[in-house]
């Protein structure tokens, strides 16, 4: 057997280079034996066209009821567009019934509305074997969004800066099993808050080649996005493929507003993804139940989705649901919890019924760190967020007390985890090499399979090989140093930010974006608030 | 909010009193209330009836290939019983094809002989209330089996003692998520091996009143746990019930040794349940792949546990599966994997169409230390044992380091973890109550639940309450000596053990059982090997 696991990780192998300016190898010989290995860094795997079904938690009659009440939700109670008097404009030029912000929906408008949307689109990436499927049976891997605080690789925790964010960036561009670099993988707090967006969207399109978000903290900024899209992939191709995913929370309960509204728009209007996501902590933004939950949601989702579709019909958008509950006792948020998952579950029935793609669950926790609640909360998202069938998965890696915190360890053990839930979804072979009948027979009764030709044959691509669980014996664990997972994975992360290598960019585009956002920055004075 | 989390767990609340001199109130509103929160000590659940589907890996095309490939093993290659003239001769004489120790099946006759095993059966508890289904939607928990070593709340690695074994019984009697008392929770190695089965079958009478299992080790001591359980249960009754579940593993591959088959005899004789479990390091004991594997468990199912049914048409069987797989480059075996999570889907579709109950999963791991290594192994593994349809999980609490070790403080993290397992498997409440449309009305856009009239009638039962995670703030946590979940699960198990009260016992049934132990153990030498 030629390798041990240390060195698959560790050691540069010819396959553990970066490769983005190969081009297309990823799709590979390299990114089929990173799938089963775990990968070095840098080998990426496609995302996952799921071989297996969903796993289903409502039947026709629960489906139709929570349809039902949503109808009726959107019909007497009404959705508030908070703010924008063109959204509201437009509601009432499609037939709604607007009075003050409140917008009260005849029954089946929004859904009527939605019929333009894609089911199945692509996001391009630059780099085109990075480019990903949304919708359909593709998951898709994104890491963490929106922590201010990082728990770094000194084990402190503090302030994100910008360091931190091209770092994670970084780790997202070599992980196999992430075939996404994300948004805002932390909050680079050491930059103005106006200024900001600028160095996160630069960093996406320079260090990684992966396919990346834009910003939607105010609609000037999602400008901006765009405007460093077109320099990037050309104007042209902008406006007729998408090539940035939005995330666009509903201020539950049943409010869109001003910021939200107008970043939609902007994404809309230039026909960029738009994740309509209800951010939903069970309890307090909407009712103690999960069928009560799931209504609010699919309200919320039909009218924000819908809305995109009148700024720009046939503009991606997804069915977006962040579910947690809270503890009734103390307030706090919980993650991993049963009912949240049934939420999720339930979520993305209702998407595929309206033929839309979906996004939700991710590697949640609210542990404060990486330990044994961390993984059991995070493992419990993640293999729903899979078996779900979801399209779009935000928060897949290094997300760690309840979103505050971006952590390095973390973010290396739910990559890990990622390439696991990858191998899953590939399902059985049930090919002759998969029924190995040949085997049972050359081995016989009471015999092992070792040495046996199949198994020489096929041992390397039979299991998946995880980079950081320890194996070996209890004698060996403790002669190494009775390490625990985290501290495998601060290791592993050091060597991968140790041999990061840039992916190629067109020097006069790097030059195009540097002034763009230099002239752009000198505009304004700086915000800190 | 009338108490906090930590109260329902570390006071003496009403009913965080043992209940089982109390009879059936094990199935009322404590219980309820036990399955929201988590529970505290002593209130026990039912066995879990799943109101959710099961989810499948294998579709009908891939299901009969592996049914036509595993008569084919059973057919030309055989099986073998060894050393055991009486299983051989009632092989030919069932019509097999007996060439020295082999035998070989013509093809239908193992599935002809199984139909007379039960679909559904009851295992008998000595609290009624205790009593689980095995079979149909029902799923049953049970503590770890096995280990000779635990990992004690001294955090000492060390050899497992008798005070263990009665310790890991009282907790699994206490934990309201397992259903069942289990087997070798772990081996009592301060007992002479020849007589340990006395003392661990004792301690499953005495300290616990919820079903248990039987010794496997030599056909002598599967015998005197059947007498017993005669002490116990009564003779007629014990004839007529199954009162005892038993761990009967087959050698893989294709493979009974004299010992399990010679349990086996006693327990099918007896009218008692056996586990008919292939033990399978894929990889090692079966072909490296999935499809290879699931064939050489069903040939050595079928053989095995259609040998029962020669035994006595009617002895409760199970289809069990113990799937992992082996590290190709260490050796070494590995849990939680995408690999073994297929075998075990695939195994309980298998076990559905052969219409007899079935058992895998469990909690288990191949990390030292309960991190977050140990939890997400576990939690991949009982998430599919859930979702598979499994109806009796061994292994569902306590499992660290390959089964070698029993983990106090594991042990309460997965018990914890089985809770919300147990939560999930209730599925979604389509009530009024739970469409909750009432308060979405009242609460309105911009609202919040928390103070509606909806909320307040009903958040006691709304969300599981987990006994072991920190939801707090970042800062309170701090303040509170930032303690990770094992130190949390260490206190809380001490606190259990600290407030434990043995079940009732009849003293004339004491009397009889210690009676019977010390006639037997007087009968023969101490063993140490």
Known sequence: MEDSDTMSLTESAPEAQPEATSGRRGRGAAARRAQRSGGGPGISMPFITRKLGVYEVLDEEGLSLIERNADKILEEIGIEFRDDAEALALWREAGADVKGERVRFPKGLCRELLKTAPEVFTQHARNPARSVQIGGKATVFAPVYGPPFVRDLDGERRYATIEDFRNFVKLAYMAPSL???????????????????????????????????????APERAEDTIEMCKILFGADFVDQNCVTLNLINANSPM????????ALKVYARNNQACVVSPFILAGAMSPVTVTGTLTQILAEVLAGAAFTQLIRPGAPVLFGTFAASISMQSGAPTFGTPEPALVSYGAAQLARRLKIPFRTGGSLCGSKVPDAQAAHESASTISMTLLAGTNFALHSAGWLEGGLVSSYEKFMIDVDQLGMQQRFAEGIDLSETGQALDAIAEVGPGNHYLGCAHTQANFQQAFYRSALADNNSYEQWLAEGEKRIEERARALCRSWLDSYVAPELDPAIDEALLAYITERKDSMPDAFT
Do not use: I, L
Request: charge should be negative.
């Open 179 to 217: 075939h996404h670099s994300g948004g805002t993988v932390c909050e680079p707090v050491d930059v103005p808050v106006n200024k900001r967006h600028f160095d996160m969207v630069y960093s996406h399109m320079k260090y990684s080649d992966k396919p990346f978000m834009g910003s939607v903290t």
């Open 255 to 262: 409010v869109f507003d001003e910021t939200m509204v107008g």
